[in-house]
């Protein structure tokens, strides 16, 4: 049994913005979160909040022209912001925390065999000879559920599912703590993806993985994580158990996103949408940014941006209803 009480990943005060030539994009714009040792942490958010431009300035990448503005990443208690290249990728990237790509599996190199691709980061980041890296990748595989002969086929000989279980393999190889995963069952049919999730949900009881689960999808979400975060227009405005937000949602935005997916056994009538659309993260709109779309809107609303405020045990929400 896993004991769920170190904090792997520390993230505070997280700013990253894209300097455009339009402007500044804030895309993180001021997050702080946990993440324990062999918990699943679930991001949701409607699309362009910036789940995936918070993946990729965690494991110390943010896509140019953004950068890391303000604020502390830490993981094992080591500080990553501010760490030069080298050193992030020779002692942290893949080896303290990894990424699954969102459409990494569409991205695999046809020229090249799976056991190719998996090889290369442990001959040239933990210095195993060829035949060592091969053995490590097969084991890597047959974790994921596939027949470790596939590392030597090629991409296309795969089905998506299987082809989406090599990435996830290839995230794991070097052991990380933490591992991001950015919307890894899109694009796959609904048996697939729920086969996906299964695994996940078995590497991280048998891996005891600590993982970021990023997807637009609650449902899903639901199903695998401890603990549900709510991005809005680069903050999260609510964070908590996963039961706790699911079924218990206490932020406006969180309440309309959960309204606005079907559920079993509900009449499909009752099902919203949000009105309006997210915000342009260039100018975003004072007071709480989610003011313009919300039916319970007041003036402070307008006026003063909300923090995190813990409204029950572990449950925190920015909203001035609370
Ligand atoms: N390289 C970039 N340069 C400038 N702006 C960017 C860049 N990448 C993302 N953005 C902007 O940052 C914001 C957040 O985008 P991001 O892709 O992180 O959102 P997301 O929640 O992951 O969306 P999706 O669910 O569609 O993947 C959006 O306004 C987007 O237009």
Known sequence: MIKMTKNVLEVRNLKMYYFTNRGMVRAVDDISFDLKKGEVLGLAGESGCG??????????????????????????????????????????????????????????NPVYTVGYQMIEPLMYQKGMNKEEAINKAQKYLELVGLDPEI????????????????????????????????????ALDVVVQAQIVNMMKKLKKELGLSMIFITHDLSILAEISDKIAIMYAGKIVEIGDSEKVYYEPAHPYTQKLLAAIPR????????????????????????????????????????????????????YVACWLL
């Open 264 to 315: 079993l056994h509900e009449d499909l009538k009752k099902l919203e949408f949000i009105p309006g659309q997210p915000p342009n993260l260039i100018n975003p709109p004072n007071g709480c940014r989610f003011h313009p779309r919300c039916p319970y809107i007041m003036q402070v609303c307008k006026e003063q941006e909300p923090e995190l405020k813990e409204v029950d045990k572990d449950h």
């Open 151 to 186: 590392v030597y086929r090629y991409p296309h000989e795969l089905s998506g599912g299987m082809k989406q279980r090599v990435v996830i393999a290839t995230a794991l190889l070097l052991e990380p703590e933490v591992v991001i995963a950015d919307e890894p069952t899109t």
């Open 51 to 108: 789940k995936s431009s918070l993946g990729f300035t965690l494991i110390g990448m943010p896509t140019p022209p953004g950068k890391i503005v303000d604020g502390s990443i830490k993981i094992d208690g080591r500080e990553i912001v501010g760490l030069p290249e080298n050193v992030l990728r020779k002692e942290i990237r893949w080896q303290k925390i990894s990424m699954i790509f969102q459409g990494a599996m569409n991205a695999l």
